[in-house]
């Protein structure tokens, strides 16, 4: 078959951010995850949203899906594109917009939860399985993909729910058996799918992270899985197969705003993001630099405020306590996607890139020079404590009857900064990364700390549907009552003995 537009399609490839080795097509940089000197993938360029933004608020999330994605994935052909979206963005969601907007008092949520695990991570990780079988497939890989991950909780969960029953893959996730919380456990051990695997292991979530890794470099082991037909892959926050996907749904939300009569053809908007990794911020960048008209990028941080100080200062410094919070997806200390953007600020240079990272893992700390300080004038970057968190949350749901999760609720705090700080009056979209759902128990607490104290899980949730009025959803009603399907738990040192029996190797 011929496919005409593909050819008009610039091709963009990706090359490493720590050398000049030779770069790889978008097909390769999925497979491969990470590049072989260490370094993450980026485009040799940002390719240009070359589509009207009028034209882009007629149509639907798979097709704006696709008018992002297929200039970035260059090497996957139309039909493989619109087959991998197609399987990605269906029924698993429970709103056939997929990333709907709410206006609350003049502010935008664009809601990215309504995937299988209620959060954002589920717009990834819902095509990324799609994206490595086919980009397997384009390079002739005849091995079945083993997904090997280990989860504090949430991802874990949301990557198996991506590759449940997607043939040519099959998916272990290592949890630590005490280190999860009742309802993420439930949620993993419940999990469906002939092709998923779910190991408790003794020992904390480093144990379970570092032999996965050490799984991952052990050539003999590569080996042994090649004989039988296998090869590990990983499908952390650092493939280019989960940034591009998440550069659409900022397109999607412009194109929604203008469709709704929101704003002009071409009028700027400030975007909001709480940040852990630096993924879905950066995916926000790239969508800026293809051209979407985005003013401020503002990068909302929890009490793990190491991005804050980095945007005040312009030294990143790791060597501080790690705080536990209640937005426990943000409580990070190593942005790792934040790589990518210091890569950019050096003018795509390499080598100053290395020393920086090669710095933050030595000293724990870098600094950027000056003139790469002036190309961080895109973000704004700000934090709040916990008690700010749980006032956005009270102060949302009270004056504008809107119920926010944990995470969301430090991107709408850090707003409120923004605000007071600058007084701007851009449209702003907050991207909303986990439904309340998922953190019942901090979100009735700010809401009304006395009266919901002591109440179990379950008890929560159904105060919570009570005062928002947002039915339950299915995700949580389904592990109220599902059978729990995996109940391995190993040593951690016996991890590489359960993959191969896992295997039947
Ligand atoms: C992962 C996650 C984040 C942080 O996103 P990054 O891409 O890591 O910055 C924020 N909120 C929730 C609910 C998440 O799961």
Same mark, same amino acid.
């Given at each position: 078959?011929?496919?005409?537009?593909?050819?008009?399609?610039?091709?963009?490839?990706?090359?490493? $951010?720590?050398?000049?080795?030779?770069?790889?097509?978008?097909?390769?940089?999925?497979?491969k995850g990470l590049s072989e000197d260490g370094g993450l993938f980026v485009p040799t360029q940002i390719p240009k949203l070359d589509v009207k933004l009028s034209d882009l608020a007629q149509m639907s999330y798979q097709e704006v899906a696709y008018e992002v994605m297929s200039r970035f994935l260059s090497d996957f052909t139309e039909e493989e594109l619109k087959s991998c979206i197609a399987n990605a963005y269906d029924a698993k969601f429970d709103t056939e917009k997929?990333?709907?907007?709410?206006?609350?008092?003049?502010?935008?949520?664009?809601?990215?939860?309504?995937?299988?695990?209620?959060?954002?991570?589920?717009? !990834?990780?819902?095509?990324?399985?799609?994206?490595?079988?086919?980009?397997?497939?384009?390079? %002739?890989?005849?091995?079945?993909?083993?997904?090997?991950?280990?989860?504090?909780?949430?991802?874990?969960?949301?990557?198996?729910?991506?590759?449940?029953?997607?043939?040519?893959?099959?998916?272990?996730?290592?949890?630590?058996?005490?280190?999860? @919380?009742?309802?993420?456990?439930?949620?993993?051990?419940?999990?469906?799918?002939?092709?998923?695997?779910?190991?408790? #292991?003794?020992?904390?979530? &480093?144990? +379970? %992270?570092? +032999?996965?890794?050490?799984?991952?470099?052990?050539?003999?082991?590569?080996?042994?899985?090649?004989? +039988?037909?296998? %090869?590990?892959?990983?499908?952390?926050?650092?493939?280019?197969?989960?940034?591009?996907?998440?550069?659409?749904? /900022?397109?999607?939300?412009?194109? $929604?705003?203008?469709?709704d009569g929101k704003i002009q053809e071409g009028q700027k908007i400030n975007v909001v993001v709480p940040t852990g990794n630096f993924g879905n911020i950066l995916a926000a960048y790239y969508a800026k630099q293809m051209g979407l008209p985005i003013q401020k990028l503002i990068c909302a941080s929890n009490e793990n405020k190491v991005l804050f100080d980095f945007f005040r200062t312009g030294t990143y410094d790791r060597r501080r306590e790690f705080k536990l919070t209640?937005?426990?997806?943000?409580?990070?200390?190593?942005?790792?996607?934040?790589?990518?953007?210091?890569?950019?600020?050096?003018?795509?240079?390499?080598?100053? *890139?290395?020393?920086?990272?090669?710095?933050?893992?030595?000293?724990? *700390?870098?600094?950027?020079?000056?003139?790469?300080?002036?190309?961080?004038?895109?973000? /704004?970057?700000?934090? *709040?404590?916990?008690?700010?968190?749980?006032?956005?949350?009270?102060?949302?749901? /009270?004056?504008?009857? /809107?119920?926010?999760?944990?995470?969301?609720?430090?991107?709408?705090?850090?707003?409120?900064?923004?605000?007071? %700080?600058?007084?701007?009056?851009?449209?702003?979209?907050? +991207?909303?990364?986990?439904?309340?759902?998922?953190?019942?128990? @901090?979100?009735?607490?700010?809401?009304?700390?006395?009266?919901?104290?002591?109440?179990? &899980?379950?008890?929560? #949730?159904?105060?919570?549907?009570?005062?928002?009025?947002?039915?339950?959803?299915? !995700?949580?009603?389904?592990?109220?009552?599902?059978?729990?399907?995996? &109940?391995?738990?190993?040593?951690?040192?016996?991890?590489?003995?359960?993959?191969?029996?896992?295997?039947?190797?």
């Open positions: 078959m011929i496919m005409g537009r593909k050819e008009e399609v610039m091709e963009v490839l990706y090359k490493s $951010t720590r050398s000049e080795n030779a770069p790889v097509t978008a097909s390769m940089a999925i497979l997929i990333a709907p907007i709410k206006e609350v008092n003049g502010v935008y949520y664009l809601e990215l939860f309504h995937g299988a695990t209620i959060a954002f991570k589920d717009m !990834a990780l819902s095509i990324l399985p799609h994206l490595m079988t086919t980009a397997a497939k384009k390079n %002739q890989v005849k091995n079945e993909i083993v997904i090997l991950t280990a989860t504090s909780g949430d991802t874990g969960k949301a990557a198996m729910a991506g590759f449940a029953d997607v043939p040519g893959t099959k998916i272990i996730v290592f949890y630590p058996k005490h280190g999860v @919380s009742a309802i993420q456990e439930k949620q993993m051990v419940t999990q469906k799918g002939d092709n998923t695997y779910v190991v408790g #292991i003794t020992g904390n979530f &480093d144990d +379970a %992270q570092t +032999a996965v890794k050490k799984m991952f470099n052990d050539r003999q082991m590569a080996k042994e899985l090649d004989a +039988a037909g296998f %090869q590990f892959s990983s499908a952390n926050s650092i493939n280019v197969g989960r940034l591009v996907p998440q550069v659409v749904y /900022y397109v999607y939300a412009y194109a $929604t705003l203008l469709r209640s937005s426990p997806s943000m409580d990070i200390l190593i942005s790792s996607n934040l790589e990518r953007l210091i890569y950019s600020l050096t003018g795509e240079d390499p080598k100053l *890139c290395r020393q920086m990272m090669e710095s933050l893992s030595k000293d724990g *700390c870098y600094t950027i020079t000056e003139e790469m300080r002036e190309g961080l004038s895109d973000f /704004y970057g700000n934090f *709040c404590s916990e008690g700010e968190t749980s006032e956005a949350i009270s102060a949302t749901f /009270y004056g504008g009857g /809107y119920v926010l999760d944990p995470h969301t609720a430090v991107a709408a705090g850090v707003y409120q900064k923004y605000l007071r %700080q600058t007084e701007d009056s851009t449209v702003t979209v907050i +991207a909303s990364t986990a439904s309340p759902y998922k953190f019942a128990r @901090s979100v009735m607490g700010a809401i009304d700390s006395t009266r919901y104290e002591g109440l179990g &899980d379950f008890q929560l #949730i159904e105060a919570l549907t009570k005062v928002s009025g947002v039915p339950i959803p299915k !995700a949580v009603e389904e592990i109220r009552t599902a059978p729990v399907l995996h &109940d391995r738990v190993v040593d951690a040192c016996d991890m590489p003995d359960t993959v191969r029996e896992i295997l039947g190797i």
